[in-house]
């Protein structure tokens, strides 16, 4: 006797809330299409037909071409970073400077070496003395 299999079916379906949600992500330039796909787990082909079908400003015939206005936005993110760490990169190395000169005139003021150098030569109290 054979008993009933039901076929589970493996295809996923998405509401049309969620499609559009998805296009007005892409269409905003938030994303490209590529990165939905990452991030969500829908096919690039599923997208377009999406793009294709839900969305104001492309129709159906006529190419899908990313907008250039997300990559922009991102560059300009980077610019921001890269200038933010360049100040920081300023900051750290005039207080690196300030700290060298107040040791040089430490050393000057307390005639000490605070700073080793290589051709340093020991100090006397570091000789052997006859004691063992």
């Given at each position: ?9 493996k ?71 890269v ?50």
């Amino acid at each position: 006797m054979k008993k009933k299999v039901k076929v589970i079916n493996k295809r996923r379906f998405y509401t049309p809330d969620f499609k559009k949600e998805i296009v007005s992500i892409f269409e905003q330039g938030k994303y490209s299409v590529l990165q939905l796909e990452k991030l969500y787990g829908i096919p690039n082909a599923t997208i377009y037909r999406w793009i294709y079908k839900y969305s104001e400003f492309n129709e159906r015939g006529q190419r899908v071409v990313e907008m250039k206005s997300s990559y922009f936005h991102k560059l300009k993110e980077l610019e921001k970073k890269v200038k933010e760490l360049e100040r920081i990169i300023g900051q750290k190395q005039i207080k690196i400077d300030y700290l060298e000169k107040l040791i040089e005139v430490a050393e000057q003021e307390f005639e000490i070496d605070i700073k080793k150098k290589q051709s340093t030569r020991p100090s006397n109290g570091s000789k052997k003395t006859g004691k063992n």
